[in-house]
């Protein structure tokens, strides 16, 4: 079994920053694509920014040049370095990640972060 677990989220002010991270563990062979996606309340979950296992990144219009998406494969970690924060941007944020074990390819949720962007 997998888990990805979340962490990093919290209360900022405007213009600040935040990491957050996401670490997988358990029997993983693989770890194709993963990627941030968040959800406000009463909205739907929205990509915010993927990155494959080759490294090659996609992000929203809305966090462009402001979030930075990376992962660490030696220790099953994709980070979201998340700077120039916005009121708009608060959200929860959930990892997601394609992993193979036991033989098959499976897509894994993380529980969420909250982040918080008010002064």
């Known amino acids: 079994q997998v888990q990805l677990v979340e962490s990093g989220g919290g209360l900022v002010q405007p213009g600040g920053s935040l990491r957050l991270s996401c670490a997988a563990s358990?029997?993983?062979?693989?770890?194709?694509?993963m990627g941030w996606y968040r959800q406000a309340p009463g909205k739907q979950r929205d990509l915010v920014a993927t990155?494959?296992?080759?490294?090659?990144?996609n992000y929203a219009n809305s966090v462009k040049g402001r979030f930075t998406i990376s992962r660490d494969d030696a220790k099953d970690t994709v980070y979201l370095q998340m700077n120039s924060l916005k009121p708009e941007d608060t959200a929860v944020y959930y990892c997601?990640?394609?992993?193979?074990?036991?033989?098959?390819?499976?897509?894994?949720w993380g529980q969420g972060t909250q982040v918080t962007v008010s002064s």
């Open positions: 990155i494959t296992s080759g490294g090659s990144t």
């Open positions: 358990g029997n993983i062979h693989s770890i194709g694509t």
């Open positions: 997601k990640a394609n992993i193979l074990y036991d033989n098959t390819w499976s897509v894994s």
